[in-house]
């Protein structure tokens, strides 16, 4: 029998002490319950770390090998084509029927690196809001419990603030819906990621969404940018750690003149729509962009949020830049005179050092 459940199921990982490794969990009809290991195999596996971001599975585990779980069994005699996306896209014996214990319960160990991206929603501006945070394809939000500014200063620095100004509990942006995925978070401030501090597990606690925390970032965040190509391509956006791609609604010329010269291109030649330089994968993370025509980069231009759901990877945009660079792309640094220094060249974003020109050493110029 193949049963299929909704878009918004999630699975997780439980009692592995890493990340990476656990029991599965999956949740159904408002609760948490575990998966038996009959017919548990790599296949299956694999399907867990791929919706949890990872790369692949490393090992299918049986008999309970992270501990039983508690509550409902809610899948058995799962089996998994090698394209599924989701465990719940699988087949298997009906949610909640089966007829096996606890000590049955399955359990994966993934490979790979995986960023879960946070973002913040309901605020008046970009640089604030309430903290979501996506895990097992799906946003949620962070418990105020114990929250304080260091667990605020690694969500700003991992969105390319400054630092942060203020938190905000008592869900200040409006109460969230879905997972609270994260309670009790404790950051030493130092981390890169919120996923790297220490809290009580995925959707573990009993916190409500009247209690959704938020924070207030200071300054404006830098959005780096590339192209799938040299000159032209898809345009690609890093977000929260993590690359996406540009939704083509309302896509024109005056936003792809503002990605070229983020880019260090003097202007855009076009600008496309419908994927025409191939789909890309993972989040659309911006959608509605409107830029005016005389932004220096596009995070000065307006657009709907992070994160449409409603915008495909069909409708990927793309840009074609003209070939000719800024003239202030070059530049010297650190010399003692206008001839000499560290050459620098300005690419998306930053200046990056190419090498260091000693004293003794000059840099000639020569013009035509």
């Avoid at 999630?10 to 002490?17: K, N, T």
């Avoid at 390319?160 to 997972?179: D, E, M, Q, W």
């Avoid at 005389?294 to 231009?301: D, G, H, I, N």
């Amino acid at each position: 029998m193949c049963w299929r459940s909704g878009p918004g199921t999630a699975v997780r990982l439980v009692d592995g002490h890493e990340p990476n490794r656990g029991r599965v969990e999956v949740f159904w009809s408002s609760q948490w319950g575990t998966v038996t290991d009959d017919s548990w195999d790599m296949t299956d596996a694999t399907v867990v770390c791929k919706q949890l971001g990872y790369e692949r599975a490393s090992s299918a585990l049986h008999y309970a090998h992270f501990g039983e779980g508690l509550g409902p069994i809610w899948m058995d005699n799962v089996a998994c084509s090698g394209n599924k996306k989701r465990l719940q896209e699988c087949s298997f014996s009906g949610w909640g029927s089966h007829s096996d214990s606890h000590y049955e319960d399955a359990g994966v160990i993934c490979v790979g690196q995986v960023t879960y991206p946070v973002r913040l929603v309901g605020g008046s501006s970009r640089n604030e809001g309430r903290v979501e945070v996506e895990y097992s394809g799906l946003w949620g939000t962070v418990c105020q419990d114990e929250w304080d500014i260091k667990d605020a200063n690694v969500v700003c620095h991992q969105l390319g603030y400054s630092k942060p100004i203020s938190i905000k509990v008592n869900a200040a942006y409006g109460r969230g819906t879905g997972h609270i995925w994260m309670q009790k978070v404790d950051c030493s401030g130092d981390e890169r990621r919120l996923q790297d501090c220490k809290f009580d597990g995925w959707a573990v606690g009993d916190c409500g969404h009247n209690k959704d925390v938020g924070v207030v970032c200071s300054g404006t965040a830098s959005i780096p940018l590339r192209l799938s190509g040299s000159s032209s391509g898809r345009v690609d956006v890093y977000y929260s750690g993590v690359w996406g791609t540009i939704c083509d609604d309302s896509w024109d010329i005056l936003d792809a003149s503002a990605v070229c010269r983020q880019l260090a291109f003097a202007s855009a030649a076009a600008s496309y729509i419908n994927s025409a330089h191939g789909a890309g994968s993972g989040h659309t993370w911006m959608h509605n962009v409107g830029c005016r025509g005389s932004e220096t980069s596009l995070s000065q231009c307006s657009f709907s949020g992070w994160d449409s759901s409603l915008c495909s990877h069909k409708h990927d945009a793309g840009v074609a830049c003209r070939s000719s660079v800024a003239p202030t792309s070059l530049r010297l640094v650190g010399g003692s005179s206008h001839n000499k220094g560290r050459l620098e060249s300005y690419m998306p974003t930053a200046w990056l050092h190419w090498r260091n020109i000693q004293e003794e050493y000059r840099l000639r110029v020569w013009s035509r």
